[in-house]
């Protein structure tokens, strides 16, 4: 994941409901408050973030900083978030928000199936 990656999100005015979905799956996953993803422009201040706080920065620490805290209800959740699209649909929309996709989807999928501890790549 690069910079370039959430550039390209930080700049959709509107942005397809796809691209929303898999943003505040992220950030849920990130333990982001539901408050700060109830509109667009929240979303997009947690894309401008920086160093540490940054979301490129929050997803590289997840498995030592957050993943033991994302219980199987909450990965349930995100599941059901973006469980009506498929990577290929999402990347038509925005290839950066197919990254995303995919990074969520892929833990999702291993803190369903084996529980939060054992979740250790990005």
């Known amino acids: 994941m690069q910079q370039p990656t959430v550039s390209e999100l930080h700049r959709y005015k509107i942005p397809k409901p796809p691209i929303v979905d898999v943003m505040v799956a992220t950030f849920t996953l990130l333990g982001?408050?539901?408050d700060?993803?109830?509109v667009w422009k929240g979303i997009q201040t947690l894309l401008r973030k920086l160093g540490l706080?940054?979301?490129i920065s929050r997803v590289r620490q997840f498995p030592e900083k957050q993943?033991?805290?994302v219980d199987e209800s909450t990965a349930m959740e995100v599941q059901d978030m973006?469980?009506?699209y498929d990577e290929d649909t999402v990347r038509l929309c925005s290839p950066a928000a197919g990254t995303f996709y995919v990074w969520v989807n892929?833990?999702?999928t291993d803190i369903i199936a084996n529980?939060?501890?054992s979740y250790k790549g990005t």
Request: charged content about 25%; cysteine-free.
């Open 82 to 84: 973006i469980r009506v």
């Open 36 to 38: 700060n993803l109830k």
């Open 115 to 117: 529980g939060n501890t």
């Open 53 to 55: 706080k940054s979301v």
């Open 106 to 108: 892929n833990i999702v």
């Open 67 to 69: 993943a033991q805290y």
């Open 32 to 34: 982001e408050s539901k």
